[in-house]
Nanobody
Framework: QVQLAESGGGLVQAGGSLRLSCAASGSIFSINFMRWYRQAPGQQRELVAAISGGGSTNYADSTQGRFTISRDNSEKTVYLQMNGLKPEDTAVYFC??????????????WGQGIQVTVSS
């Protein structure tokens, strides 16, 4: 099994910063892609940023230049540094991981989500 534990969300004023973390645990052989998604009320879930096993990154147009995704493979953790936050960044943020496990092979898992609220 693979479990994801997210942390770092909260309330921040516009222009502020937050750093989200997502730590994976379980019988993991390796982790390929790690991603952050977000879902605002009444909106579809959207991809915010992704990082490959080799460290290649891509971002949504709305977060390019403000958000930075990174990973620590030894800790099986992905981070999302969010700077210059705007009220429209308010959403529940979800971690998503493609992992290769010893028991189940390749799996895709979601975190439980963490609230980020940006006040104007």
């Amino acid at each position: 099994q693979v479990q994801l534990a997210e942390s770092g969300g909260g309330l921040v004023q516009a222009g502020g910063s937050l750093r989200l973390s997502c730590a994976a645990s379980g019988s993991i052989f390796s982790i390929n892609f790690m991603r952050w998604y977000r879902q605002a009320p009444g909106q579809q879930r959207e991809l915010v940023a992704a990082i490959s096993g080799g460290g290649s990154t891509n971002y949504a147009d709305s977060t390019q230049g403000r958000f930075t995704i990174s990973r620590d493979n030894s800790e099986k953790t992905v981070y999302l540094q969010m700077n210059g936050l705007k009220p429209e960044d308010t959403a529940v943020y979800f971690c998503n991981v493609n992992a290769r496990t010893r028991l189940l092979g390749n799996v895709n898992r979601w975190g439980q989500g963490i609230q980020v609220t940006v006040s104007s």
